[in-house]
């Protein structure tokens, strides 16, 4: 099964910058990377599950959420087969546990998620 592993999760103040990392492996037999399209997606305590950004591998066509637009920025490494998550201008509300998402073809994976907390 397809393996996401999130990184670059943590603390950071108000107006503070950080990098998540979604290394992507394991594809099955005839997959390649550029089968998919790779989602981050966040949940803050007592909320539901929001998707913040997403690009297609292929061509490289991306989303954002009204949320983030402006402040964050997705991007891949095809020889790294690893999407980033490029997040600027932090504010407290996008504390949450953010999640990397693959989707090819109706097979979804996801990784285990990482913390992203911003103190004001």
């Known amino acids: 099964e397809v393996s996401l592993v999130e990184s670059g999760g943590g603390l950071v103040q108000a107006g503070g910058s950080l990098t998540l990392s979604c290394a992507v492996s394991?594809?099955?037999?005839?997959?390649?990377?550029?089968?998919?399209?790779i989602g981050w997606f966040r949940q803050a305590p007592g909320k539901g599950t929001e998707r913040i950004s997403e690009?297609?591998?292929?061509?490289?066509?991306?989303y954002y959420a009204d949320s983030v637009k402006g402040r964050f920025t997705i991007s891949r490494d095809n020889a790294k087969n690893t999407v980033y998550l490029h997040m600027n201008n932090l504010k407290p509300e996008d504390t949450a546990v953010y999640y990397c998402?693959?989707?090819?073809?109706?097979?979804?994976?996801w990784g285990q998620g990482t913390q992203v907390t911003v103190s004001s």
């Open positions: 998402n693959a989707d090819t073809f109706g097979r979804y994976y």
């Open positions: 394991r594809f099955p037999l005839g997959d390649t990377f550029d089968d998919y399209g």
């Open positions: 690009i297609v591998i292929t061509d490289g066509v991306t």
